[in-house]
């Protein structure tokens, strides 16, 4: 029997009394780039694809466990197998709505409830814009750790995930060494990535320091695994093994599909956007032949080709509308809908930076995204330091936008209106201040809003010079919340376990 959202929604407010959360932003209003029929439309097309043209899963135990579901074997095409119908619509009625994902501070757990929205970072970007020079090199170790400690500063940036790629690490240690240096930078919600069952084993282990053992993880995981299919219609063995060992060990499983369209989907936002939804409900079929209790993240991450280069583009208004339209077929399902905020195509922090980087974060904020992705992105598969500082100020903002603002008696201030009268003022009223402080009016401490008289007097600078020195202030005096020392002595251990391990089979 499907449980009601409403019911799911009472159960998680009632669990966060007496809690202490993350706080998100209250969604107030949504905007529908799709009407309610539309959604249905794609929905039928992805039952049809998922029927007619099947998933390809090229790891056998994956294969053998959705058929054994109900899924059956394609007539002609190896490896790809069909689900029924009614397979998949009992298995969208056993999703688990929405769902927490914790922290190793609980205060900074993140309870999706479809009420509430947050905001995260890239991920693994391979290289860095350098801090002092400007200029693009491969990112380090050492970027994985300052950028983790500037995310963990940053009110905006609610979770956190690897946004570099440490490549002066042997690729055997990649994932263990990177898994590290994020829970030693931040006590905040860490997403996880793995490469091979063996890692997820090894990540569990990490975790369970922290938790206290095994169980204890069990009952609050904090980490989650990460599974991407390849588009089109196909989930590799790697990723499709990483998803079941996630499942087996009872965390939460994000699922990121990642079509192109005109290049690995049709070039119609429909056809991607239904084509996207068959490779996401796979997954979801593929997780429920181990459980249906772990919360599922639909990370839809439909995207564009420019057909002149080759190029695939991310600062597209139809990115923004398929982000927006992922957020309406996600909730259809009660799913935490994850999508693209912050981007841009640009080479430089500019003024199409600028755009670009807020048309695509507004628009799927405003149709009630649960989480928006992107802080720290740059440019040419590069991250940013000044664009973390940047992207917060962003989304800063589009938290006030979707918080909207009350209208009663007391915003209404008629009282204060007819006291104030023709030419008055409105500084000497308490009623101001009470508001300012309640946040009204959000103030930026990094955007310039000097006078003219001022900025002719002082000068211009750019925006993100000033970043820049937010970023500097951040890594000299922010320091995260430390492990216990008695954790951080066990992780250790972990850890050169898992290099011995992984370094011997190398």
């Given at each position: 029997m499907r449980v009601s959202a409403e019911v799911w929604r009472d159960k998680l407010y009632a669990a966060r009394e007496g809690a202490r959360w993350m706080e998100g932003q209250k969604i107030r209003f949504r905007l529908k780039v799709l009407t309610d029929e539309q959604v249905q439309d794609i929905h039928e097309a992805t039952l049809k694809i998922l029927e007619k043209t099947g998933v390809r899963f090229d790891s056998e135990n994956a294969k053998d466990r959705v058929i054994r579901a109900g899924a059956a074997a394609h007539p002609t095409r190896k490896n790809v197998v069909t689900f029924p119908r009614g397979m998949v619509e009992d298995s969208i009625k056993k999703i688990a709505p929405y769902g927490t994902y914790y922290a190793r501070n609980p205060k900074n757990d993140i309870?999706?409830?479809?009420?509430?929205?947050?905001?995260?970072?890239?991920?693994?970007?391979?290289?860095?814009v350098d801090l002092e020079t400007g200029e693009h090199r491969m990112s380090t170790l050492k970027d994985v750790e300052n950028t983790c400690r500037i995310m963990d500063a940053l009110p905006s940036c609610n979770s956190?995930?690897?946004?570099?790629?440490?490549?002066?690490?042997?690729?055997?240690?990649?994932?263990?060494?990177?898994?590290?240096?994020?829970?030693?930078?931040?006590?905040?919600?860490?997403?996880?990535?793995?490469?091979?069952?063996?890692?997820?084993?090894?990540?569990?282990?990490?975790?369970?320091?922290?938790?206290?053992?095994?169980?204890e993880l069990r009952k609050r995981p904090l980490l989650d695994v990460y599974g991407s299919p390849s588009s089109p219609l196909t989930y590799d063995a790697h990723a499709a093994d990483v998803i079941v060992r996630g499942a087996?060990?009872?965390?939460?499983?994000?699922?990121?599909?990642?079509?192109?369209?005109?290049?690995?989907?049709?070039?119609?936002?429909?056809?991607?956007?239904?084509?996207?939804?068959?490779?996401l409900l796979a997954g979801v079929m593929l997780v429920q032949t181990v459980t249906t209790k772990v919360p599922i993240q639909y990370s839809g991450r439909l995207s564009m080709m420019d057909l002149r280069s080759g190029k695939n583009v991310w600062g597209m208004p139809e990115m923004a509308l398929a982000?927006?339209?992922?957020?309406?077929?996600?909730?259809?399902?009660?799913?935490?809908?994850?999508?693209?905020?912050?981007?841009?195509?640009?080479?430089?922090?500019?003024?199409?930076?600028?755009?670009?980087?807020?048309?695509?974060a507004i628009i799927p904020a405003l149709a009630g995204a649960d989480n928006l992705s992107g802080i720290g992105g740059g440019w040419e598969n590069a991250a940013s330091y000044e664009m973390l500082v940047i992207d917060n100020e962003i989304y800063s903002d589009v938290f006030r936008a979707i918080r909207g603002f009350e209208v009663d008696d007391d915003t209404l201030a008629l009282d204060l209106i007819d006291k104030a009268g023709p030419m008055g003022n409105f500084l000497v009223f308490p009623h101001t201040m009470k508001y300012l402080r309640a946040g009204e009016l959000r103030y930026s401490t990094l955007y310039d809003k000097r006078t003219a008289e001022k900025t002719r007097k002082e000068g211009v600078r750019p925006l993100e010079a000033a970043a820049k020195d937010v970023v500097k202030k951040i890594l000299k005096e922010h320091v995260p919340e430390p492990l216990d020392k008695d954790v951080d002595k066990e992780l250790s251990q972990v850890v050169k376990e898992a290099e011995k391990q992984l370094l011997r089979k190398a």
């Open positions: 309870c999706f409830d479809g009420e509430h929205q947050f905001a995260h970072s890239l991920g693994g970007n391979p290289s860095i956190i995930s690897n946004l570099v790629v440490a490549t002066d690490v042997p690729p055997e240690l990649l994932v263990v060494k990177t898994a590290e240096a994020m829970m030693r930078n931040s006590s905040k919600c860490i997403s996880s990535y793995a490469l091979s069952v063996e890692t997820v084993d090894i990540l569990v282990k990490m975790w369970a320091c922290v938790a206290g053992g095994i169980e087996e060990h009872g965390v939460p499983v994000d699922l990121v599909p990642c079509p192109i369209s005109g290049g690995t989907a049709p070039i119609t936002l429909a056809g991607g956007l239904a084509q996207q939804n068959a490779e982000s927006a339209a992922t957020v309406q077929i996600a909730h259809k399902y009660r799913m935490i809908a994850d999508v693209y905020g912050v981007t841009m195509d640009g080479n430089m922090i500019d003024v199409q930076a600028g755009i670009e980087r807020a048309i695509a």
